[in-house]
């Protein structure tokens, strides 16, 4: 166990609303598995507004934070420097605070994707498709950046949301074209579809599941399934969840914050999964 390890520690994800995350769920059980029985993972309901003054009020006990919308874009001007993933995306959903004191921005949202496809069986396709065009589809471009060697379709609801996604294609060099939402169902034949929309969004969709399907990663984790992932499984397609995501980009986030390589996987998502059922 590293020195850092070895301390009492706090960390915290933070974001409003906040009452719906799994991210403490996930952090304790890594801590239980590690043995970091003086470490504790909080949530607080920060907004905008208030995240300057949350941050500037932690004392040296602070390993780190996590952070969700609408503060992953919020808290960059807050730091000392950013990784290279979270510069790519203008969004920062890991702050570590480092021994010397600086205050360092990660966006493991992206790693986390490329490792959930790949344990899914994804290394590499030729064409994807994206549902949606919202924060979270910009996390999945620069995904698809290190997974797909051709086009990328984004299917969205107005012009404005397709010239944004163009603009995130030319500065993370994906090949991306725009399609209107209407002719969605046309995505569900592509080698990978990533759907990034708020729940209920794709219900529409799921009577257009091809028989075949290729995989489907759908980022919602609660309800689940949803409707158009359940007919993909019923079709024989893979599907990789929200949760699996998750899981993933958290175990990148205990490994920054503790110091401790590897993080738990298996138990962390046990504990989400069991977590989920019980709502």
């Not at 995240?51 to 996590?66: K, M």
Request: hydrophobic share 50%; charged share 20%.
């Amino acid at each position: 166990m590293t020195a850092r390890a070895a301390a009492a520690r706090r960390a915290a994800v933070l974001g409003s609303p906040i009452e719906h995350s799994l991210s403490p769920v996930l952090h304790r059980a890594a801590y239980d598995a590690l043995g970091l029985t003086e470490w504790s993972y909080d949530r607080f309901d920060v907004d905008e507004e208030a995240l300057a003054g949350f941050v500037a009020g932690l004392d040296g006990t602070w390993a780190g934070l996590s952070l969700t919308m609408p503060l992953k874009r919020a808290v960059i001007p807050l730091l000392d420097e950013i990784s290279e993933a979270a510069a790519s995306v203008e969004a920062v959903n890991t702050v570590v605070f480092h021994e010397d004191g600086r205050k360092v921005g990660d966006n493991t949202d992206i790693p986390g994707m490329v490792a959930a496809l790949r344990e899914c069986g994804v290394e590499q396709v030729e064409s994807a498709a994206i549902l949606g065009a919202g924060a979270t589809a910009s996390s999945a471009l620069a995904a698809l950046s290190r997974v797909c060697s051709g086009e990328v379709v984004a299917y969205v609801r107005s012009e404005a949301r397709a010239a944004e996604m163009r603009q995130w294609g030319e500065r993370l060099d994906v090949d991306v074209r725009t399609a209107d939402w209407s002719d969605a169902a046309e995505a569900l034949r592509a080698p990978l579809v990533i759907a990034t929309t708020p729940a209920g969004t794709t219900d529409a969709l799921a009577h257009a599941v091809p028989e075949r399907p290729a995989t489907l990663f759908d980022v919602l984790y609660d309800p689940w399934p949803t409707e158009l992932a359940a007919r993909w499984s019923m079709y024989g397609g893979a599907v990789v969840s929200g949760l699996d995501l998750l899981v993933h980009q958290a175990v990148l986030q205990v490994e920054q914050m503790t110091g401790v390589h590897p993080a738990p996987l298996t138990v962390m998502r046990k504990a989400g999964e069991h977590a989920l059922a019980a709502r």
